[in-house]
């Protein structure tokens, strides 16, 4: 619903043709390259040895998982991570990575050491000498002229890589990522993915955040041919080609600045892209379904090192251009099997892996240095001994580095970080006006307009908060709670997405990683499972597997419960699910002053932050101040004091448990404390311990299906906890163990009732 887009209707005949795709297009000569300047003799001569790093990293990976690793030898070490070697595809990680700059972004894969290795590499070269001093940690005293400084910085990043995957606290993740997770965000790596396509949404949204922060970066997405067959995928390429980045509804015609690389090793796992899991001869051709320019989709020979950085760097110039995003296949070839636990022989005949060794990137290299006269081949030779020399070393030192310690196992699980002091780039308004007050009578305002009210209020003050989902522009959302947000904000802002649930999570988690606050809408509960692995796997984790080294500040409004008609697909409370998963703060509000306070709180908040929101309780009014306050997560509200049982519930349920709680002062002469505790992680257990000391007796009630509820947790953590002082065991009160009915009849029967929290209540206090 966009009304600066008329849509009119119109069937007159047309065939659409879908332009033409380059398919290895590149045949310059080393010598062709070096004469037009277009690489000099040093860079090219870097080109091979990170090459050869990356190839000797990942034979060491391999010797060391068999225990034949010479530099290791003698000591007690047994390395027990993965081993996804990307032996064969240096050319794709190293001619990639030269394309970009220091502050440029890149995502990678369970395979992407190389990747790592890569950005590292060049990061060695882009540093000045102040920067690669403080990261050695090198006193003043110490002098190391250029050349070793760098050689220096170079053994440390394999060091760093090495510890990781060794699982050491010297590791880029302080061991807490391993392989398939390393990161280095002070380079712009945002992270290797164990997840096949689980970054590529990120990687949406990195670009989406360069774009909103006009910084010309651009992010390279590093993920596989299996990934490009993956829901993620597709919702991904879409969100970044949405028209509105370039047809000047977003003012400033941009368009997202990242760069989709398919690394297309031949492989998924065993499946091969070629005449078996996809119908394409080229994997490039996904870009012809997301705009008419293709994506510039192009293949390229991802064996060849000159040819992969030519087109990335014509990928980068089209993404800093605003013309992105931008597809490129990398035709390459792994040598190794998924894992050095497959044989490769079910699937792989050794005519086809001898042929791609003829073409490897390493020898293609070689040869072209020699017949270009950059270097001899005892030049080489001199190269290769280093390369393996250095790698050892760096390999003796991981393996002799610290483990962290075992009872720091949960350290990084959240940032302790917020957004309470704003920068002052932040600072700086971008709306378009001064946002009206919400008009209050008696001073209130419904639960909604203090939902709006909140975000309102922390995007004034912060322009690092966006706010997007489904319909939440112009339409205001489902239940209309953001109607006219966009008026005041713009579409920079407040935008819609397509109904793409994995790529609205996902490409927050981008966003958040690069520098936004984003704010983020789930229409309903029960789409949560759309975007599970974003949610659960993505943005709950990456505060601890990146060993602390970044935050991932996302707020996912998502409204929740039945009661409605709904039926079975639109009506679920899924905050149970959410609790089950650390590193997601869960937030449940229940009255139209928690709901702005906590809102503003989780805005604030270094972590993600599950905001659920009873559709229910939209229209409830309450008193709201109109000023700025903020209500602190793990501080439970006492809603009524009693002295006979203890009743504890959130959101709507909340407010059926106060109504109960009068019906059993009244009528049954039984008076109960209820205890609201806004937040369920954390969770203020100790305010629930001290009612119960008091009462003796305690039910806990929810919306959610009563089976795996939060419920039961607390109800376990209160008898463990105070057992001595319960004089009946805690009961629970949640939904019947079904699905939700459409029936209205049938929906009360099945919701948790008033009526039915009086009879619990009666039954444990024996009234």
């Not at 879409?238 to 028209?243: H, I, K, P, R």
């Not at 270097?375 to 280093?386: K, M, N, W």
Request: proline residues 4%.
């Amino acid at each position: 619903m966009v009304r600066e887009l008329v849509v009119l209707p119109s069937f007159e005949p047309e065939v659409v043709e879908l332009g033409q795709m380059p398919v290895y297009q590149y045949r310059r000569t080393l010598e062709e390259e070096l004469a037009d300047g277009r690489v000099t003799a040093d860079e090219v001569k870097r080109f091979l040895e990170c090459m050869m790093a990356i190839r000797a990293f990942e034979e060491m990976i391999m010797a060391v998982r068999n225990q034949a690793y010479d530099a290791i030898k003698g000591l007690e070490f047994e390395y027990r991570g993965p081993t996804h070697l990307s032996i064969g595809q240096e050319a794709t990680s190293v001619g990639g990575c030269a394309a970009l700059g220091l502050t440029d972004y890149i995502t990678s894969t369970h395979r992407g050491h190389g990747d790592g290795i890569a950005k590292g590499c060049f990061a060695v070269q882009q540093r000045d000498a102040a920067t690669l001093r403080k990261v050695l940690g090198l006193s003043d005293t110490e002098k190391l002229d250029d050349a070793a400084l760098r050689e220096r910085a170079m053994e440390e990043h394999l060091f760093r890589t090495a510890a990781e995957l060794f699982g050491r606290d010297a590791g880029y993740c302080r061991g807490r990522g391993g392989g398939m997770h390393i990161a280095d965000f002070s380079v712009g790596h945002l992270g290797a993915n164990a997840i096949v396509g689980g970054s590529i949404g990120i990687a949406a949204g990195a670009g989406m955040s360069v774009r909103y922060r006009g910084t010309q970066q651009v992010c390279l997405c590093f993920a596989g041919d299996g990934a490009y067959c993956n829901g993620i995928a597709f919702e991904a390429l879409n969100v970044a080609s949405m028209g509105q980045f370039t047809n000047g509804l977003m003012g400033r015609p941009f368009g997202v600045p990242t760069i989709f690389a398919i690394i297309n090793n031949q492989y998924a796992m065993t499946g091969q892209v070629e005449g078996e899991v996809t119908g394409v001869d080229h994997m490039a051709r996904r870009g012809a379904a997301f705009r008419p320019d293709n994506l510039h989709a192009e293949v390229i020979n991802g064996m060849d090192v000159l040819a992969v950085l030519d087109g990335i760097r014509r990928a980068v110039e089209l993404a800093r251009a605003g013309k992105g995003p931008v597809v490129r296949e990398l035709v390459t070839y792994r040598y190794q099997g998924h894992s050095l636990s497959d044989p490769r022989t079910e699937y792989r005949s050794k005519e086809e892996e001898a042929a791609w060794r003829e073409v490897d990137p390493l020898a293609k290299l070689s040869r072209q240095l020699v017949e270009a006269g950059v270097c001899t081949g005892d030049e080489i030779a001199a190269i290769q001994e280093r390369v393996e020399a250095r790698q050892g070393r760096a390999t003796r030192r991981a393996a002799e580095a610290p483990e962290p310690k075992a009872e720091d196992v949960l350290v990084f699980m959240y940032s302790n970080g917020t957004s309470e002091s704003v920068p002052a780039e932040a600072k700086a308004p971008r709306q378009l006006v001064a946002p009206p007050p919400i008009a209050r009578k008696d001073g209130k305002i419904t639960f909604k307009e203090a939902i709006k009210e909140a975000l309102i209020e922390e995007m004034v003050r912060d322009n690092r908060v966006v706010f997007y989902g489904e319909d939440v522009a112009d339409y205001g959302g489902a239940f209309k709670v953001t109607k006219g947000l966009i008026d005041i904000f713009g579409r920079e802002r407040v935008f819609n997405t397509s109904i793409s649930e994995a790529a609205i999570i996902g490409t927050a988690v981008g966003a958040a990683m690069t520098g936004l606050r984003p704010v983020v809408e789930l229409m309903y509960s029960d789409f949560e499972y759309q975007a599970g692995d974003q949610i659960y796997n993505q943005a709950a984790k990456w505060s601890y597997m990146s060993g602390g080294s970044l935050a991932v500040p996302i707020v996912i409004r998502s409204s929740v419960g039945a009661g409605k008609g709904y039926g079975g697909q639109h009506s679920q409370a899924l905050e149970s699910h959410s609790t089950h998963t650390p590193g997601i703060k869960v937030v449940f509000p229940s009255t139209p002053y928690d709901v702005k306070g906590l809102l503003k709180t989780a805005i604030r908040d270094d972590n993600p932050v599950m905001f659920c929101e009873s559709q229910a309780l939209y229209n409830d009014p309450g008193v709201v101040p109109a000023e700025d306050y903020t209500v602190p997560f793990g501080s439970a509200a006492v809603r009524r004091e009693g002295s006979d049982i203890t009743l504890v519930s959130w959101g709507k349920v909340a407010l059926d448990v106060l109504e109960a709680a009068k019906v059993l002062e009244a009528e049954h002469k039984i008076s109960a404390e209820v205890i609201d505790p806004r937040t369920l992680i954390p969770f203020d257990i100790e305010s629930v311990l001290r009612s119960v000391r008091k009462t003796g007796r305690a039910i806990v009630a929810s919306q959610a299906t009563r089976t795996g509820s939060y419920t039961a947790e607390i109800a376990s953590q209160v008898q463990e906890l105070a057992f001595d002082y319960l004089d009946a065991p805690v009961g629970r009160i949640g939904a019947l163990d079904g699905v939700s009915p459409q029936s209205y009849v049938l929906e009360q029967a099945y919701l948790p009732s008033v009526a039915g929290i009086v009879a619990a209540a009666r039954k444990l206090v024996g009234r």
